[in-house]
């Protein structure tokens, strides 16, 4: 790379100037394409991200006088305004501390917040701990389901896009994503109403077993970002008790669409109800130019032929019921902690059941969002197809390398664009394995892209038999299980029932992936990770947050994972 930013980097917040990779490394752990950025986060997700936070009362407007007050791209990835989130910590009086926990795993190299005097404000504490008592309260989220209805409009109003032409896909992309938004702010509610449930557990039981907390949050119920793993478990079972579908799913992935097309109606129609169900979803999915289940189907092929080879005893309802019964000794611990006091206790199942409602809450908002970014991104998918097609540019996928403003020019003379797009992708590739800056202060000279090294580069020292790790307690229960290293959802193949998932980090299309698995352990994430929900609605023993572990334990190690303490122990190399 000769420049020092990307095409698509932001400008950072004046206001608010510390950034950080963690949490949105979950979800965008590739650098966004040009289009990803200049479509749909720039104009629409960063500012729907702030009206969210609004939301709260925790802010005033001036801490937003720039969208990136929310979050920002840096390298070409994604990071998290974390000044903005510890300015919810100071206001509420949840603390800094707890969320750095909650949120970014309690990293050992989260720099210290810098104090301002613009940090306290009466007004938004007073709006700020409204929202908590509503937090804390609230058994119905009634815009979030607004959302949700409006997110399947926009699915069930999906035009024939092979006949509509190139203008209207371009104006059909950009007018779905206006609603973005709109569907954000129920994202952002969800996720920062569910610090203050573990927050106030973090606070009544000071001093108790530290993965008390991680096992009394447990499941939450109704977890949209679950459900999919739920349905392809059932389609498993389907190939599983079919010969047939046995067979074809022995010969390989290649083909198997059409070969299923072709001689199991019953079973294509299933496959295609769950494509309109779930097929937004997708590794790297908040990205516009990332391929989902809808556009790529042989990622849930592949998805539903690991799930065929486990037995009914590890099925994902078998495995939740287990976490129940975690979540209910948990419970039993906690209340002998606080006594006898009546208002310890309420608050105690007050706060234990805001945090399960609030984790399924922000599934569903980010299951809304993402919802809308698939209807964009289908439209956008036919233009790049027809462009290919015509000779006007080398790749469909190269559309996503254009700019926003750049898709008028494709009206005018379709080849505009074609070197400028290969030479972009070019230099979008090289963006690719990064060892990125976990955090970044913006007060403060930012490195220029060409002096950051890949993490290929990067020295780590290998564990040895005894070693233990230690990350966040994500999802209580213990397994022993032979580690796997899988660095790509479409790349699980060896993955076998029992074995430890190990992996960089995880969004929700992994979490099918969790029911094979006897136990996760990722290298970045925190407790509420999208992912981490996830793995507790599934009944997974997860430790999120464990550094280098893809890098530090060879694959094939047997190892012990604790997912309430957070800790995983080599057993035998």
């Known amino acids: 790379m000769t420049t020092s930013k990307w095409i698509i980097d932001t400008e950072p917040s004046r206001r608010l100037p510390v950034y950080t990779r963690m949490n949105a490394n979950d979800v965008l752990s590739d650098p966004i394409t040009p289009l990803g950025a200049s479509m749909a986060w720039i104009p629409h997700i960063f500012r729907g991200w702030c009206s969210g936070y609004a939301a709260t009362g925790a802010y005033e407007p001036a801490d937003f006088e720039q969208p990136t007050g929310s979050g920002g791209f840096f390298y070409g990835y994604l990071y998290v305004n974390l000044s903005a989130t510890r300015l919810f910590g100071i206001r509420t009086g949840v603390g800094i501390e707890v969320v750095d926990a909650m949120w970014f795993g309690g990293h050992p190299d989260l720099p210290p917040h810098v104090p301002s005097p613009r940090d306290h404000s009466d007004a938004c504490s007073a709006k700020a701990a409204e929202f908590a008592t509503w937090a804390m309260t609230a058994t119905t989220y009634p815009d979030?389901?607004?959302?949700?209805a409006i997110a399947a409009m926009l699915r069930a109003q999906r035009p024939d896009l092979a006949t509509i032409t190139d203008g209207?896909?371009?104006?059909?992309?950009?007018?779905?994503?206006?609603?973005?938004r709109l569907v954000w702010r129920g994202e952002v509610v969800g996720g920062v109403g569910g610090a203050i449930g573990p927050g106030a557990l973090a606070q009544l039981l000071a001093g108790a077993d530290p993965t008390l907390i991680v096992k009394l949050v447990g499941q939450a119920g109704d977890v949209d970002s679950a459900a999919p793993a739920f349905a392809l478990w059932e389609l498993s079972r389907h190939v599983r008790a079919d010969a047939g579908l046995t067979f074809e799913f022995d010969q390989g992935i290649d083909g198997l669409r059409d070969r299923i097309h072709a001689g199991f109606p019953e079973f294509d129609g299933q496959f295609s109800e769950f494509l309109y169900d779930y097929g937004y979803r997708g590794p790297n999915e908040w990205d516009l130019g990332s391929e989902s289940w809808e556009t790529r189907p042989e990622l849930v092929l592949a998805l539903i032929e690991?799930?065929?080879v486990v037995d009914a005893h590890a099925s994902p309802a078998a495995r939740a019921h287990a976490q129940q019964q975690l979540g209910e000794q948990a419970m039993a611990a906690a209340i002998a902690q606080v006594g006898d006091d009546p208002e310890a206790l309420a608050t105690l199942r007050a706060a234990s059941e805001s945090a399960r409602r609030f984790a399924a809450w922000r599934e569903r908002g980010k299951s809304n969002c993402i919802r809308v970014i698939h209807e964009a991104r289908v439209a956008l998918l036919e233009l790049g197809r027809r462009l290919h097609e015509r000779g006007a540019i080398e790749h469909p996928h190269d559309i996503f390398?254009?700019?926003?403003?750049?898709?008028?020019?494709?009206?005018?003379?379709p080849s505009y664009l074609r070197e400028r797009l290969i030479d972009r992708q070019r230099q979008w590739k090289q963006l690719f394995g990064l060892d990125l800056p976990m955090f970044i202060d913006t007060s403060k000279p930012i490195a220029p892209v060409e002096s950051l090294r890949h993490l290929t580069e990067k020295a780590v020292t290998t564990v040895n038999v005894g070693d233990v790790l230690t990350g966040g307690g994500a999802s209580a229960g213990v397994a022993r299980g032979r580690a796997r290293i899988v660095l790509s959802p479409d790349a699980a193949g060896e993955l076998d029932p029992g074995d430890i998932l190990v992996a960089p980090q995880t969004d929700p299309s992994w979490t099918p992936l969790f029911v094979v698995s006897g136990a996760v352990v990722v290298d970045v994430g925190a407790t509420n990770s999208h992912a981490m929900i996830v793995s507790r609605e599934l009944g997974i023993p997860c430790v999120s947050g464990c550094t280098d572990a893809t890098r530090r334990i060879p694959n094939g190690a047997f190892v012990e994972v604790d997912g309430a303490a957070g800790t995983v122990t080599v057993i035998k190399l």
Do not use: K, P, T
């Open 168 to 180: 209207a896909l371009i104006a059909r992309a950009r007018s779905v994503l206006a609603y973005e």
């Open 306 to 308: 690991r799930l065929r």
């Open 401 to 413: 390398m254009a700019l926003d403003d750049e898709l008028d020019y494709l009206l005018l003379d």
């Open 144 to 148: 979030l389901e607004e959302d949700r």
